[in-house]
């Protein structure tokens, strides 16, 4: 599998990419954001969800601190995803691993892990650079699409953002009862503590007790057998 074939099957994840990359780029600008800055984002953070709540936190004048503290926590996920991966990936020059990593997304890493054979960095090289690209380019369309738009619509683009949450969401809450029980613990704790603390503070404090407090209870309620043959919570 080379750099061909991992362009190939980027292609459908870089047009996946297209429509949520013009909707950071134009919520950027109504944000306050610099064209740079946009680009910036997305060069270095790429991570869809947590550049759209960076840019909420950010509207809301959250602190730097803050906001990089949260938008770690969504992104945990990320070694367990690179973790497993590497098993996949054969190849000892750590420079490459890490570069690999980076561009992994949730996309990116269903596409490599389901694929038999031994993944080559050739080959997620072609996948990354097709997902990578396409959010980049799209984020700085995006926001110079922004520029032209009236007032009132940029306003209105607001919205965007709780619309992509909502379908981020919602499918995880109609398969898992843990799901449904961590939104909205994480919901409900983030709406307490904001009344005391900032709203970045409060994100923060409200997902780390939410993840520890629900995989807690989960964990005394499952059956110790069941752990042993491997079944999970649906």
């Known amino acids: 599998m080379g750099l061909r074939t991992g362009s190939k099957a980027g292609i459908p994840i870089a047009i996946g990419y297209i429509p949520i990359a013009l909707t950071f780029g134009l919520i950027a600008k109504t944000t306050g954001l610099t064209f740079s800055e946009t680009i910036g984002m997305s060069l270095f953070v790429y991570a869809g969800a947590s550049q759209f709540m960076a840019l909420q936190m950010f509207a809301a004048g959250t602190s730097g601190l803050e906001i990089i503290l949260a938008t770690f926590i969504i992104n945990i996920r990320h070694f367990l995803m690179t973790a497993s991966l590497s098993e996949k990936i054969y190849e000892r020059s750590l420079m490459k691993r890490a570069l690999v990593a980076y561009g992994v997304t949730d996309e ?40 032209g738009l009236p007032g009132v619509l940029k306003a209105s683009m607001s919205i965007a953002l709780y619309a992509m949450f909502i379908g981020l969401i919602v499918p995880s809450l109609k398969r898992h009862r843990k799901v449904v029980a961590l ?52």
Request: aromatic fraction near 16%.
């Open 108 to 147: 990116t890493f269903s596409v490599a892990s389901l694929q038999k054979e031994e993944v080559k960095p050739v080959f997620m090289a072609g996948l990354l650079l097709m997902a990578y690209g396409s959010w980049v380019i799209f984020s700085g369309v995006g926001y110079f699409i922004g520029a």
């Open 183 to 234: 939104f909205s613990s994480a919901a409900i704790l983030s709406s307490m503590l904001s009344l005391f603390l900032s709203s970045g503070w409060a994100i923060v404090l409200a997902t780390l007790c939410s993840c520890f407090g629900v995989e807690a209870f989960y964990y005394k309620k499952k059956d110790p057998q069941e752990w042993e043959v491997g079944q999970h919570d649906k």
